[in-house]
């Protein structure tokens, strides 16, 4: 099968859709023909750690039209059955895909069809998606938005996965807990993310002055300064400075290292404007996979796997109460927090990792193009 995989967001900068791009195109690249047009102007492009090969051509310019012109260009030189567009935004390029008889499969994760781009509106968008062959949603959660869009037919939900031999339980690096300034005897709250205000990381820090002896850790570039400048100086005010550690970006292979470091993972994502949702998070598997007992926000995408499989809280973000009663649990219940672990770890390597990921889209691959070939579309939206 000869697939092109159109990805806005591909390594070597690490975040959820990215991450996510690059194990998909990994594990299709063990069994296709792979092509991928990605954003690689101004940078060296390398796949590293994802091991595979592939054909990269240049994507984007930011203008609908030319892109949709390259993506439609790619795919016919390329000789592409099906062409996998990992971010909705780009979705407007199916119309001609399927005027061309090339098999479409568009990846939706939150903000990239619910709100417009620069040049392309929302509108633009659902109507993209409409002429898809088959869309997968990477949550229940954006599975029903889409639902709300009047885009009901063809969805498969297909939620993200990590990686179970890369992130692992170990025992703490003591020698990156002196980096951090972490006192001996000090437990550990961590979260796993872009600082930005849809990971509501105020809310944590707003916990700390009744959390005596717990450090919190912040483990993820800065994409919004002023908002980084706002929880510093929160953090003076609260006078708990020395307990909030902003690590900065980390490298991917070596995150692993850091959810060790912490006793709970605390992700409290809101909605900070219309859109932008945490569509699934996949830091919340990475750090079960580690055996940490995670406490989500209701909000997210995979609060529902979270509670349903108890590994660990699902909590309303903006209730501080609640929020701190959870964490004073987990941290002085030891036994709660390896139970929760445990389920944790169990579940990843049975069903949410990479592997079983990839094993469902090539699914949703060859579905969508039986469909083109038998001239039909379908009329469900069931789970694969």
Not at 5 to 22: L, R, T
Not at 186 to 200: D, Q
Request: hydrophobic share 40%; proline share 4%; aromatic share 6%.
């Amino acid at each position: 099968m000869n697939v092109l995989i159109v990805a806005p967001e591909f390594p070597p900068s690490i975040g959820g859709m990215e991450v996510y791009a690059a194990e998909i195109a990994a594990a299709v690249g063990k069994s296709c023909r792979l092509t991928i047009l990605t954003n690689v102007s101004g940078r060296h492009y390398s796949p590293h750690p994802f091991k595979f090969r592939a054909k990269v051509i240049k994507l984007l310019t930011g203008v609908a039209e030319i892109d949709d012109k390259t993506i439609l260009d790619a795919a016919k030189s390329e000789k592409a059955q099906l062409v996998h567009i990992m971010n909705a935004g780009l979705s407007t390029a199916a119309k001609g895909l399927k005027q061309a008889g090339i098999s479409t499969v568009i990846t939706v994760h939150g903000k990239d069809f619910l709100r417009s781009w620069v040049f392309v509106s929302r509108e633009s968008i659902r109507k993209g998606l409409l002429c898809s062959d088959r869309i997968i949603a990477v949550s229940s959660m954006v599975r029903e938005r889409l639902f709300k869009q009047g885009i009901k037919r063809n969805v498969a939900v297909i939620p993200h996965g990590t990686d179970p031999s890369l992130f692992r339980h170990s025992r703490k690096d003591k020698a990156l807990a002196e980096s951090l300034s972490i006192p001996d005897g000090n437990m550990v709250l961590m979260t796993c993310c872009r600082v930005a205000k849809k990971k509501n990381i105020e809310a944590v820090i707003r916990l700390l002055p009744e959390l005596e002896g717990a450090t919190y850790i912040v483990a993820g570039p800065v994409s919004d300064t002023q908002y980084y400048r706002e929880l510093k100086e929160l953090a003076s005010d609260l006078g708990v400075s020395e307990r909030v550690i902003f690590a900065g970006a980390v490298e991917y292979g070596k995150l692993s290292k850091y959810y060790n470091l912490s006793d709970i993972y605390i992700m409290p994502s809101i909605e900070p404007t219309r859109g932008d949702i945490e569509s699934f998070g996949i830091a919340y598997l990475e750090a079960a996979s580690c055996g940490k007992p995670i406490i989500a926000s209701k909000y997210a995408g995979a609060a529902d796997i979270i509670k349903k499989h108890k590994i660990g809280f699902v909590v309303d973000p903006r209730n501080k109460n609640q929020m701190l009663r959870k964490v004073k649990l987990l941290l002085s219940n030891k036994k709660l927090r390896e139970r929760m672990g445990r389920n944790g770890r169990k579940l990843v390597v049975k069903e949410y990792n990479w592997k079983n990921v990839a094993r469902k889209t090539l699914h949703a691959y060859k579905d969508a193009i039986r469909k083109k070939a038998l001239g039909k579309v379908s009329i469900g939206h069931n789970k694969i």
